[in-house]
Nanobody, 123 residues
Framework: QVQLVESGGGLVQAGGSLRLSCAAT????????MGWFRQAPGKDREFVAT????????YYADAVKGRFTISTDNAKNLVYLQMNTLKPEDTAVYYC????????????????WGQGTQVTVSS
């Protein structure tokens, strides 16, 4: 079992930055992939970024590439999502998630989810 708790969301103006954190507890995460998904009102949950727990194999959705950075702090069992140059279309609930093995961009493939943190970008 893996428990995930996100923090760091909030309200920011377009062009601003936020850093989301995800605290992971439970199983040893060495063989896990970690990811961030988001869901805007009225839209399906969509892939944002993923990283292997050892920091390798990083992928980003095209919509965030060059603006968002995913990273891990293995010593603290934390996963971060640094979000820069935020746009109103980035407004969504952001979820941290984990799955054993390789990452995918399909939400249904991920086993563990946090409760989500709201990010609102004003224009």
């Amino acid at each position: 079992q893996v428990q995930l708790v996100e923090s760091g969301g909030g309200l920011v103006q377009a062009g601003g930055s936020l850093r989301l954190s995800c605290a992971a507890t439970g199983s040893t995460l060495t063989m896990y992939s970690m990811g961030w998904f988001r869901q805007a009102p009225g839209k399906d949950r969509e892939f944002v970024a993923t990283i292997r727990w050892n920091g390798n194999t990083i992928y980003y959705a095209d919509a965030v590439k060059g603006r968002f950075t995913i990273s891990t702090d293995n010593a603290k069992n934390l996963v971060y999502l640094q979000m820069n140059t935020l746009k109103p279309e980035d407004t969504a609930v952001y979820y941290c998630n984990a799955r054993r093995g390789l990452a995918t961009t399909t939400p249904e493939d991920w086993t563990y989810w946090g409760q989500g943190t709201q990010v609102t970008v004003s224009s």
